[in-house]
Protein backbone atom coordinates (compact mmCIF):
# COMPACT_ATOMS: atom_id res chain seq x y z
CA UNK A 1 0.00 0.00 0.00
CA UNK A 2 1.43 3.37 -0.80
CA UNK A 3 2.29 5.72 2.00
CA UNK A 4 0.17 8.85 2.82
CA UNK A 5 1.62 11.97 1.74
CA UNK A 6 3.59 9.68 -0.83
CA UNK A 7 3.14 10.50 -4.53
CA UNK A 8 2.40 7.66 -6.57
CA UNK A 9 5.07 5.35 -8.40
CA UNK A 10 5.58 2.92 -11.07
CA UNK A 11 6.10 5.10 -13.78
CA UNK A 12 8.19 3.05 -16.63
CA UNK A 13 11.66 4.24 -16.24
CA UNK A 14 13.01 6.82 -18.68
CA UNK A 15 16.59 7.38 -19.20
CA UNK A 16 18.09 10.18 -18.15
CA UNK A 17 19.91 13.17 -20.42
CA UNK A 18 20.00 9.96 -23.48
CA UNK A 19 20.32 12.38 -26.24
CA UNK A 20 22.81 14.38 -24.45
CA UNK A 21 24.67 11.33 -23.38
CA UNK A 22 25.00 9.99 -26.78
CA UNK A 23 26.24 13.53 -28.25
CA UNK A 24 29.04 13.67 -25.71
CA UNK A 25 29.94 9.96 -26.15
CA UNK A 26 30.27 10.99 -30.18
CA UNK A 27 29.82 6.88 -31.24
CA UNK A 28 30.47 7.35 -35.06
CA UNK A 29 33.61 4.96 -35.48
CA UNK A 30 33.73 3.28 -32.12
CA UNK A 31 33.84 -0.49 -31.84
CA UNK A 32 33.25 -1.27 -27.98
CA UNK A 33 31.14 0.63 -25.48
CA UNK A 34 31.28 -0.29 -21.72
CA UNK A 35 27.36 0.30 -20.36
CA UNK A 36 28.92 0.09 -16.67
CA UNK A 37 25.32 0.91 -14.90
CA UNK A 38 23.35 -1.41 -17.22
CA UNK A 39 19.77 -0.85 -15.58
CA UNK A 40 17.51 -1.02 -17.82
CA UNK A 41 19.26 -0.99 -20.85
CA UNK A 42 18.38 2.59 -21.92
CA UNK A 43 21.86 4.41 -22.77
CA UNK A 44 22.38 0.68 -23.83
CA UNK A 45 19.93 0.57 -27.00
CA UNK A 46 21.09 4.09 -27.69
CA UNK A 47 24.11 2.72 -28.38
CA UNK A 48 23.24 -0.21 -30.02
CA UNK A 49 20.70 2.00 -31.98
CA UNK A 50 23.39 4.86 -33.13
CA UNK A 51 26.27 2.51 -34.75
CA UNK A 52 25.32 -0.86 -36.58
CA UNK A 53 28.67 -2.14 -36.18
CA UNK A 54 29.25 -0.83 -32.50
CA UNK A 55 29.52 -3.68 -29.74
CA UNK A 56 28.22 -3.03 -26.20
CA UNK A 57 29.68 -5.00 -22.70
CA UNK A 58 27.03 -3.73 -20.10
CA UNK A 59 27.31 -4.27 -16.36
CA UNK A 60 25.11 -5.04 -13.28
CA UNK A 61 25.83 -5.79 -10.33
CA UNK A 62 21.58 -6.36 -9.58
CA UNK A 63 20.31 -9.96 -10.71
CA UNK A 64 17.62 -8.48 -12.07
CA UNK A 65 18.70 -6.44 -14.35
CA UNK A 66 20.60 -9.15 -15.77
CA UNK A 67 17.85 -11.42 -16.16
CA UNK A 68 15.51 -8.59 -17.41
CA UNK A 69 18.43 -8.04 -20.09
CA UNK A 70 18.13 -11.43 -21.53
CA UNK A 71 15.78 -10.16 -24.48
CA UNK A 72 17.49 -7.21 -25.34
CA UNK A 73 20.85 -9.61 -25.50
CA UNK A 74 18.73 -11.84 -27.91
CA UNK A 75 17.64 -8.70 -29.92
CA UNK A 76 20.88 -7.67 -30.44
CA UNK A 77 22.28 -9.52 -33.17
CA UNK A 78 24.82 -10.68 -30.87
CA UNK A 79 26.48 -7.32 -30.31
CA UNK A 80 25.30 -7.12 -26.72
CA UNK A 81 27.17 -8.97 -23.60
CA UNK A 82 25.56 -8.94 -20.39
CA UNK A 83 28.22 -9.13 -17.26
CA UNK A 84 27.36 -9.43 -13.35
CA UNK A 85 29.58 -7.87 -11.09
CA UNK A 86 29.97 -3.62 -9.87
CA UNK A 87 31.09 -1.12 -12.21
CA UNK A 88 33.72 0.14 -10.01
CA UNK A 89 35.50 -3.33 -11.35
CA UNK A 90 34.40 -2.68 -15.24
CA UNK A 91 38.12 -2.51 -16.55
CA UNK A 92 38.86 -6.33 -15.49
CA UNK A 93 35.51 -7.41 -15.86
CA UNK A 94 36.30 -6.72 -19.32
CA UNK A 95 39.71 -7.95 -19.35
CA UNK A 96 38.10 -11.00 -18.18
CA UNK A 97 35.32 -10.93 -21.15
CA UNK A 98 38.39 -10.33 -23.51
CA UNK A 99 38.58 -7.05 -24.33
CA UNK A 100 41.39 -5.25 -22.72
CA UNK A 101 40.55 -1.88 -24.60
CA UNK A 102 37.65 0.23 -24.92
CA UNK A 103 36.47 2.79 -27.13
CA UNK A 104 33.34 4.24 -25.10
CA UNK A 105 32.57 3.94 -21.16
CA UNK A 106 28.65 5.48 -20.14
CA UNK A 107 28.14 5.75 -16.45
CA UNK A 108 24.55 6.49 -14.56
CA UNK A 109 25.37 6.42 -11.31
CA UNK A 110 23.07 5.82 -7.94
CA UNK A 111 20.26 3.68 -7.66
CA UNK A 112 17.49 2.76 -10.48
CA UNK A 113 13.79 3.67 -10.54
CA UNK A 114 13.41 0.14 -10.65
CA UNK A 115 14.77 -0.57 -7.64
CA UNK A 116 12.87 2.53 -6.13
CA UNK A 117 10.13 1.57 -7.11
CA UNK A 118 9.95 -2.39 -5.87
CA UNK A 119 8.82 -2.08 -2.10
CA UNK A 120 10.19 -5.70 -1.70
CA UNK A 121 13.94 -3.94 -1.96
CA UNK A 122 13.82 -2.24 0.09
CA UNK A 123 14.81 1.52 -1.43
CA UNK A 124 12.04 3.96 -0.83
CA UNK A 125 9.67 4.91 1.61
CA UNK A 126 7.15 4.84 -0.72
CA UNK A 127 6.20 1.53 -0.13
CA UNK A 128 6.66 -0.44 2.85
CA UNK A 129 8.61 -3.18 2.51
CA UNK A 130 11.97 -4.91 4.16
CA UNK A 131 14.34 -2.34 5.45
CA UNK A 132 17.35 -3.91 3.10
CA UNK A 133 18.80 -1.39 -0.29
CA UNK A 134 21.61 -3.45 -1.34
CA UNK A 135 21.59 -3.45 -4.76
CA UNK A 136 23.22 -6.60 -5.63
CA UNK A 137 21.42 -8.87 -2.90
CA UNK A 138 25.11 -9.79 -1.06
CA UNK A 139 26.38 -7.93 2.02
CA UNK A 140 25.47 -5.67 4.82
CA UNK A 141 22.05 -4.62 4.57
CA UNK A 142 20.21 -1.10 5.67
CA UNK A 143 18.42 -2.97 8.48
CA UNK A 144 21.85 -4.27 9.65
CA UNK A 145 23.69 -0.68 9.68
CA UNK A 146 20.34 0.90 11.56
CA UNK A 147 19.84 -1.82 14.11
CA UNK A 148 23.67 -2.25 14.60
CA UNK A 149 25.55 0.58 14.26
CA UNK A 150 26.58 3.28 17.46
CA UNK A 151 24.70 6.52 17.27
CA UNK A 152 28.04 8.12 16.32
CA UNK A 153 28.38 5.88 12.81
CA UNK A 154 24.95 6.68 12.23
CA UNK A 155 24.89 10.17 12.65
CA UNK A 156 27.98 10.25 10.33
CA UNK A 157 26.34 8.58 7.61
CA UNK A 158 23.23 10.19 7.71
CA UNK A 159 25.14 13.41 8.13
CA UNK A 160 28.12 13.27 5.49
CA UNK A 161 26.03 10.51 3.07
CA UNK A 162 22.56 12.09 3.39
CA UNK A 163 23.88 15.38 3.46
CA UNK A 164 20.76 15.41 6.55
CA UNK A 165 21.71 18.61 8.82
CA UNK A 166 19.33 17.03 11.63
CA UNK A 167 20.99 13.90 11.25
CA UNK A 168 22.20 13.23 15.40
CA UNK A 169 18.68 13.90 16.03
CA UNK A 170 17.86 11.16 13.72
CA UNK A 171 20.08 8.83 15.41
CA UNK A 172 19.46 9.44 18.11
CA UNK A 173 15.40 8.23 17.35
CA UNK A 174 16.70 5.22 16.08
CA UNK A 175 18.77 4.49 19.38
CA UNK A 176 15.69 4.82 21.46
CA UNK A 177 13.38 2.88 18.94
CA UNK A 178 15.68 -0.01 18.61
CA UNK A 179 16.13 -0.48 22.22
CA UNK A 180 12.31 -1.59 21.99
CA UNK A 181 12.31 -3.81 18.88
CA UNK A 182 14.42 -3.91 15.68
CA UNK A 183 13.65 -1.44 13.02
CA UNK A 184 12.64 -3.82 10.17
CA UNK A 185 11.19 -2.11 7.68
CA UNK A 186 11.46 1.35 5.32
CA UNK A 187 8.28 2.29 6.88
CA UNK A 188 9.34 2.12 10.80
CA UNK A 189 12.61 4.03 9.70
CA UNK A 190 10.25 6.36 7.68
CA UNK A 191 8.11 7.13 10.35
CA UNK A 192 11.12 7.78 12.62
CA UNK A 193 12.71 10.19 10.36
CA UNK A 194 9.28 12.54 10.06
CA UNK A 195 9.31 12.58 13.65
CA UNK A 196 12.31 14.80 13.96
CA UNK A 197 12.74 15.94 10.11
CA UNK A 198 10.76 19.11 8.64
CA UNK A 199 10.64 19.86 5.21
CA UNK A 200 9.26 22.87 3.95
CA UNK A 201 5.48 22.42 3.09
CA UNK A 202 4.33 21.99 -0.72
CA UNK A 203 8.51 21.15 -1.19
CA UNK A 204 7.38 17.78 -2.11
CA UNK A 205 10.32 16.30 -0.56
CA UNK A 206 9.73 13.51 2.18
CA UNK A 207 11.60 14.20 5.57
CA UNK A 208 13.20 10.00 5.30
CA UNK A 209 14.89 11.32 1.86
CA UNK A 210 18.01 12.38 2.86
CA UNK A 211 18.24 9.53 5.65
CA UNK A 212 17.71 6.92 3.37
CA UNK A 213 19.96 8.25 0.46
CA UNK A 214 22.74 8.19 3.21
CA UNK A 215 21.91 4.84 4.22
CA UNK A 216 21.81 3.41 0.75
CA UNK A 217 25.20 4.77 -0.39
CA UNK A 218 26.50 3.03 2.90
CA UNK A 219 25.13 -0.12 2.06
CA UNK A 220 25.88 -0.19 -1.94
CA UNK A 221 29.07 1.97 -0.96
CA UNK A 222 28.42 3.43 -3.69
CA UNK A 223 30.90 6.64 -4.11
CA UNK A 224 33.75 4.12 -3.55
CA UNK A 225 32.78 1.85 -6.67
CA UNK A 226 32.20 5.52 -8.17
CA UNK A 227 35.59 6.46 -8.02
CA UNK A 228 37.19 3.03 -8.80
CA UNK A 229 34.99 3.05 -11.69
CA UNK A 230 36.62 6.29 -13.09
CA UNK A 231 40.04 5.33 -12.63
CA UNK A 232 39.07 1.48 -14.25
CA UNK A 233 37.68 3.69 -17.20
CA UNK A 234 40.86 5.43 -17.23
CA UNK A 235 43.09 2.70 -17.08
CA UNK A 236 40.72 0.79 -19.89
CA UNK A 237 40.16 3.63 -22.75
CA UNK A 238 42.14 3.74 -25.92
CA UNK A 239 43.41 7.23 -26.54
CA UNK A 240 40.60 9.57 -28.17
CA UNK A 241 38.18 7.10 -25.88
CA UNK A 242 35.03 8.71 -23.99
CA UNK A 243 33.90 8.85 -20.82
CA UNK A 244 30.31 9.92 -20.06
CA UNK A 245 28.89 10.06 -16.25
CA UNK A 246 25.48 11.26 -15.50
CA UNK A 247 25.02 11.85 -11.22
CA UNK A 248 22.43 12.58 -9.21
CA UNK A 249 23.34 14.47 -6.37
CA UNK A 250 26.45 16.54 -5.12
CA UNK A 251 28.33 13.81 -4.08
CA UNK A 252 28.77 11.83 -7.12
CA UNK A 253 29.32 15.36 -9.21
CA UNK A 254 31.65 16.67 -6.75
CA UNK A 255 33.84 13.30 -7.31
CA UNK A 256 33.36 13.80 -11.57
CA UNK A 257 33.99 16.94 -11.01
CA UNK A 258 37.39 17.03 -8.94
CA UNK A 259 38.34 13.90 -11.10
CA UNK A 260 37.94 15.35 -14.52
CA UNK A 261 39.64 18.93 -13.28
CA UNK A 262 42.54 17.03 -11.74
CA UNK A 263 43.26 14.67 -14.80
CA UNK A 264 42.84 17.10 -17.61
CA UNK A 265 45.43 19.42 -15.65
CA UNK A 266 42.74 21.95 -14.13
CA UNK A 267 42.90 23.87 -10.68
CA UNK A 268 40.90 21.56 -7.96
CA UNK A 269 38.36 23.69 -5.83
CA UNK A 270 39.31 23.06 -2.15
CA UNK A 271 36.37 21.45 -0.21
CA UNK A 272 36.09 20.54 3.45
CA UNK A 273 36.30 16.85 2.28
CA UNK A 274 39.58 17.47 -0.13
CA UNK A 275 41.83 20.39 0.86
CA UNK A 276 43.69 20.02 -2.43
CA UNK A 277 44.06 17.37 -5.39
CA UNK A 278 47.56 18.28 -5.76
CA UNK A 279 49.78 19.35 -2.23
CA UNK A 280 51.78 22.30 -2.67
CA UNK A 281 55.09 21.64 -4.64
CA UNK A 282 53.93 18.36 -6.16
CA UNK A 283 54.16 18.29 -9.61
CA UNK A 284 51.10 18.47 -11.88
CA UNK A 285 50.24 14.74 -13.73
CA UNK A 286 50.37 13.88 -17.18
CA UNK A 287 46.69 15.26 -18.30
CA UNK A 288 45.18 11.65 -19.22
CA UNK A 289 41.50 13.15 -19.89
CA UNK A 290 40.34 16.79 -21.78
CA UNK A 291 37.31 18.22 -21.33
CA UNK A 292 34.72 16.95 -23.49
CA UNK A 293 31.48 19.02 -21.68
CA UNK A 294 32.26 22.42 -20.10
CA UNK A 295 30.96 22.29 -17.03
CA UNK A 296 27.91 20.19 -16.40
CA UNK A 297 25.55 19.51 -18.57
CA UNK A 298 21.53 19.61 -17.13
CA UNK A 299 18.29 18.67 -18.35
CA UNK A 300 16.28 20.48 -20.30
CA UNK A 301 13.09 22.18 -18.88
CA UNK A 302 11.30 19.83 -21.01
CA UNK A 303 12.88 16.71 -19.87
CA UNK A 304 12.12 17.19 -15.92
CA UNK A 305 9.06 18.21 -16.74
CA UNK A 306 8.33 15.04 -18.35
CA UNK A 307 10.51 13.05 -16.15
CA UNK A 308 11.11 14.61 -12.03
CA UNK A 309 13.94 12.12 -11.37
CA UNK A 310 15.72 14.19 -14.45
CA UNK A 311 15.54 17.35 -12.28
CA UNK A 312 18.84 16.72 -10.34
CA UNK A 313 20.48 14.99 -13.01
CA UNK A 314 24.23 16.10 -14.42
CA UNK A 315 26.16 15.05 -17.42
CA UNK A 316 30.24 15.63 -17.44
CA UNK A 317 32.38 13.95 -19.97
CA UNK A 318 35.75 13.77 -21.27
CA UNK A 319 38.27 12.31 -23.57
CA UNK A 320 40.96 10.04 -23.44
CA UNK A 321 44.42 11.27 -23.96
CA UNK A 322 47.34 9.14 -24.91
CA UNK A 323 49.46 10.23 -22.17
CA UNK A 324 50.37 7.09 -19.86
CA UNK A 325 47.79 5.95 -16.94
CA UNK A 326 49.05 8.23 -13.45
CA UNK A 327 48.61 7.30 -10.43
CA UNK A 328 45.46 7.00 -8.96
CA UNK A 329 44.42 10.17 -6.88
CA UNK A 330 44.56 9.64 -2.92
CA UNK A 331 42.65 12.87 -2.43
CA UNK A 332 39.70 11.89 -4.55
CA UNK A 333 39.71 8.50 -2.91
CA UNK A 334 39.02 9.90 0.20
CA UNK A 335 36.14 11.93 -0.95
CA UNK A 336 33.85 8.61 -1.08
CA UNK A 337 34.96 7.83 2.31
CA UNK A 338 33.65 9.33 6.13
CA UNK A 339 36.11 12.26 6.86
CA UNK A 340 37.41 12.01 10.26
CA UNK A 341 36.47 15.28 11.16
CA UNK A 342 35.35 17.03 14.74
CA UNK A 343 31.64 16.06 16.21
CA UNK A 344 30.93 19.35 17.04
CA UNK A 345 30.24 20.42 13.31
CA UNK A 346 26.74 21.78 12.29
CA UNK A 347 25.01 18.60 13.08
CA UNK A 348 22.13 19.08 15.37
Known amino acids: MRRPGVPPTGAPHIPVLLDEV ?3 LDLGGARLAIDGTFGAGGYTRAMLAAD ?3 RVL ?3 RDPDAISAGARLVAESDNRLRLVAGCFGDLDALATEAGEPQVNRVVLDIGVSSMQIDQAERGFSFRHDGPLDMRMGGGG ?3 ADIVNEADEAALADIVFHYGEERRSRAVARSIIEARRRGPIETTGQLADLVAGVVRTEPGSGIHPATRTFQGLRIAVNDELGELVRALHAAER ?5 GRLAVVTFHSLEDRIVKQFFAARSGRAVQSSRHMPTALPGGEPAPAKSFRPVTKG ?4 SAAEAARNPR ?5 LRAAERTDSPVPEPLGAIEALARLPDAPRGGPRR
Open 22 to 24: VTA
Open 52 to 54: RDI
Open 58 to 60: AID
Open 140 to 142: ISA
Open 236 to 240: ILQPG
Open 296 to 299: PVLP
Open 310 to 314: ARSAK
